[in-house]
């Protein structure tokens, strides 16, 4: 048996860009002019009034003065101040001195927005592209504040819409347009939006495929620190797609990737160390990021592991433990490990000997297209009664992918 490796799997990343906060605070009034009438000055001051509440309000929100805040800036945002309608916004969001309150959030952000204020604009498509108590989702509203605010350069505002278009959602779906905010976004510097570029050039999808673009763009993304951007570099430079073929520089980027914590990483610098690609073959060394990726649910590091601690390759043989990671991967639907569990069950090798587990497991493998299992099925099924095998397929049929696998039979 020989450690898997597996296909590269290029992700589109799907998660909303994160809300902003502005840091921007008004500039100080004006000294009204000699000679200014009573009535003018009288609303002069009163305006030179609220520009000193909204500096006072922004200071204390930025200090995290909660209640004081909302204490200056709600009589200024009553009074039509965009820039404190929009930090009342983010106030009621996050529950900052305030009883946390969606609604309220959408509307003091809907009064800013429609004075053209554009992180307002950003945060209120945001707000409305999931669900939250007391405020439905709505992609239709979700769309149409996300484009007045991307297309007033918003890169955040430019990254969401093309989520929207790559996925119809309140917006007809369309790949070419996805393509177009995302570059728009990209070019400003936005790491996610170079990704998901990265992504549709190296899919051909809006676009024609183009590896060595889909490098660029993954590469300005890692360059960032994009976990995602430095994995699908990684394996890039893996199989020469885009870029020279490198097994040191895969290397690289999947370990940065891999310190991240990205569990395709994680599985493929354990390959690394395994096989010596990049870097010098390490067996030991493979069998703990295994478990790191593992852990994370990596049914291919889960597999890798059962086989080691079957042949104490890297580890010491423990069948029992082989078991475990087995199943691990086996209730994920991995096919092999199916297979392996049901060796187990067969030979008595870290379980106890159960044939009509084995055969149930060898079924539910061959029903996946697992060739060997179905070898192994049929071998098995002449030391079989008909009652055992009975057993085996009711087992096999009652059995959901994700779910536990059973340990235990009527017979």
């Known amino acids: 048996m020989n450690i898997k490796s597996r296909k590269w799997v290029r992700i589109l990343l799907l998660t909303l860009a994160p809300f902003v906060l502005s840091g921007c605070l008004s500039s100080l009034p004006e000294i009204p002019g000699v000679g200014v009438g009573a009535k003018t000055q009288e609303a002069e001051s009163s305006q030179t009034g609220m520009e000193g509440n909204l500096d006072m309000g922004l200071a204390a929100l930025f200090q995290e003065n909660y209640i004081e805040a909302h204490s200056l800036l709600t009589p200024v945002a009553e009074a039509g101040n965009a820039e404190a309608q929009y930090h009342l916004g983010i106030m009621f969001q996050f529950g900052q001195g305030v009883a946390q309150d969606y609604r309220q959030a959408a509307e003091w952000y809907r009064r800013a927005a429609e004075q ?196 104490g390759d890297g580890v010491l043989q423990d069948y029992a433990q082989a078991a475990r990671f087995y199943r691990l991967a086996a209730e994920q639907g991995n096919t092999d490990a199916l297979n392996n569990l049901g060796v187990s069950y067969r030979e008595g090798k870290g379980v106890p000997q159960n044939s009509v587990l084995a055969y149930a497991l060898y079924n539910l493998a061959a029903a996946r297209g697992n060739e060997l299992a179905a070898g192994n099925r049929r071998q098995l099924l002449s030391h079989m009664t008909p009652a055992q095998v009975q057993e085996g397929q009711r087992l096999a049929a009652s059995w959901r992918e994700g779910q536990p696998l059973p340990r235990h039979t009527r017979l």
């Open 116 to 311: 053209g204020n554009l992180l307002a604009q950003t945060d209120l498509g945001s707000l409305y592209s999931e669900d939250w108590p007391g405020l439905a989702r709505n992609d239709s509203l979700a769309a149409e504040w996300t484009q007045r605010a991307a297309e007033q350069g918003n890169r955040i505002a430019q990254y969401n819409l093309g989520l929207f278009y790559a996925n119809g959602r309140g917006v007809q779906q369309n790949d070419t347009l996805a393509l177009e905010w995302y570059r728009r976004a990209a070019e400003q510097g936005d790491p996610s939006a170079q990704l998901n570029l990265g992504a549709m050039y190296a899919r051909g999808q809006g676009v024609p495929q183009n590896y060595v673009l889909a490098a660029e763009w993954y590469t300005l993304a890692a360059n960032q620190g994009n976990d995602i951007a430095q994995k699908n570099l990684g394996l890039m430079y893996l199989s020469g797609d885009g870029v020279p073929k490198s097994e040191a520089l895969a290397y690289t980027w999947l370990r940065r990737s891999a310190d991240q914590g990205n569990m395709t990483s994680l599985f493929e610098v354990g390959l690394a160390h395994y096989y010596g690609r990049g870097v010098d073959q390490d067996k030991a060394t493979a069998a703990e990021w295994f478990k790191r990726a593992a852990t994370q649910g990596s049914d291919g590091a889960q597999y890798n592991l059962g086989l080691m601690y079957t042949n």
